[in-house]
């Protein structure tokens, strides 16, 4: 069986740090990325890395601020959340994409999914 299983989600304030991680078993992904949705809003791309081209991508609103890693002997990706604003208030989904998807943004390239972490961010 597949298992994505995100853990780190919280309460912040406002300037805050948090690190998402989710841990996947049961299959290979080629590329791991995060979504996220906000209160009353769709689900939306945030940030995906490639196991082969080890090259990342971010929605504009995260870049300077987000960081997506992966640590391949652990199967397991993290998101690094610096700065936090209360506009990153959201449910956060870890995400797989098995090969040979490439480095994807759409949320229809993505096969499995995790249950999702809530952030808060107060102002």
């Known amino acids: 069986q597949v298992h994505l299983v995100e853990s780190g989600g919280g309460l912040v304030q406002a300037g805050d740090s948090l690190r998402l991680s989710c841990a996947a078993s049961?299959?290979?992904?080629?590329?791991m990325g995060w979504f996220r949705q906000p209160p009353g809003k769709e689900r939306e791309f945030v940030a995906a890395f490639n196991y082969f081209s080890k090259n990342t991508v971010y929605t504009e609103s995260v870049k300077g601020r987000f960081t997506i890693s992966r640590d391949n002997a652990e199967n397991t990706v993290y998101l690094q959340m610096d700065s936090l604003k209360p506009e990153d208030t959201a449910v956060y989904y870890c995400?797989?994409?098995?090969?040979?998807?490439?480095?994807?943004?759409?949320?229809?390239?993505?096969?499995?999914w995790g249950q999702g972490t809530q952030v808060t961010v107060s102002s």
């Open positions: 049961g299959r290979f992904f080629s590329t």
């Open positions: 995400a797989g994409a098995p090969p040979p998807k490439g480095l994807v943004i759409s949320s229809d390239d993505y096969e499995f």
